[in-house]
């Protein structure tokens, strides 16, 4: 799949370069979900039927981070995540607009006039899709904007039990430690993807050499405290305990959460290696310890409960 990050200004040649006769999907699509899938499924079949080329025009940095709402820093799927489950999916290329205040205030007649210069001759949204200043423009307008350049195929909202899938309801599970939810929400497990650094190596002098995963992009954090996971390191998938913590039997002054996980049935040396960690299932909320000993016997407790949930979750 080709990237291609087009600049916040509609003049700029970089909209002129990557024109090609292809469908195009619009929207922002954190998280990639079961609703968005649905949406991108619509945009391939059409493709495949009429020979076409299938993109995405997406935005970047998070519209909603540019005007300030909170939390919309971090992201379900980071840039570089979004890439990699959009090319698994068969898109061949991904548009990326360099979204800011400036762009935010071009027109809903600009905008279509850019989805135009881009080639497409289909597009396909959601029903809620909004473009323009203000989002001026809806779905269903686009329809009769674009006519003379494009069709438009509008997929209506994917509910799960009578509500509809959306990032702000995944948001809201991982915040809740609800895992099981989240991931039938997204259709996969969430995932952290991070360079393993180097810690304080406290876990392996008490017997749980952890593995201090440092996030590669700026993942939205779920709640904090103790998940069973799946860590997939050289290759290879382990079971693992993970916490996700401000340390707070051993620090007072850490500010960002710390992701560490044990690796079960592991002892290799991957500092530097690539770990992507996916959440299962959310196990306890994080504590303070009034020893040493109580940590290690939680930990062990929080092993076997690991353990035991895993065996019952589809490899």
Not at 197 to 202: A, N, P
Not at 213 to 220: G, I, Q, T
Not at 301 to 308: I, V
Request: glycine share 8%; net charge negative.
């Amino acid at each position: 799949m080709q990237t291609i990050v087009l600049q916040n200004s509609l003049e700029d040649a970089t909209w002129e370069l990557n024109q090609a006769e292809q469908v195009l999907v619009l929207g922002h699509f954190d998280g990639i979900h079961q609703g968005h899938a649905h949406v991108i499924a619509r945009a391939l079949k059409h493709g495949r039927e009429h020979g076409l080329s299938v993109g995405m025009m997406t935005f970047h940095p998070h519209p909603k981070h540019v005007f300030g709402r909170t939390g919309y820093d971090r992201y379900l799927t980071p840039l570089h995540e979004k890439e990699r489950i959009l090319a698994e999916m068969g898109l061949d290329r991904l548009y990326v607009v360099d979204f800011d205040t400036d762009f935010a205030l071009i027109t809903p007649e600009q905008f279509v006039q850019a989805v135009c210069r881009l080639g497409a001759k289909h597009v396909v949204c959601g029903f809620d899709y909004r473009y323009g200043h203000r989002g001026a423009g809806t779905a269903e307008n686009l329809k009769v904007a674009g006519s003379n350049c494009f069709t438009v195929d509008i997929v209506e909202p994917c509910d799960d039990e009578g509500v509809k899938v959306s990032s702000t309801r995944i948001r809201g599970c991982l915040l809740e430690g609800d895992m099981r939810q989240a991931n039938h929400l997204l259709g996969r497990t969430y995932s952290i993807r991070g360079e393993v650094v180097h810690g304080e190596k406290r876990g392996r002098t008490i017997g749980y050499p952890t593995a201090n995963v440092h996030p590669e992009e700026p993942y939205f954090i779920p709640r904090l405290g103790v998940y069973a996971v799946r860590a997939f390191v050289r290759g290879k998938m382990y079971d693992s305990v993970m916490s996700i913590g401000l340390k707070p039997t051993f620090r007072s002054d850490i500010m960002e959460p710390v992701i560490e996980a044990h690796l079960f049935d592991f002892d290799e040396d991957i500092y530097g290696e690539t770990m992507t960690v996916h959440l299962v299932e959310y196990l306890r909320s994080e504590k303070k310890f009034s020893s040493v000993h109580e940590l290690i016997d939680q930990i062990q407790r929080d092993a076997d409960a690991a353990r035991k949930r895993l065996q019952a979750f589809p490899s």
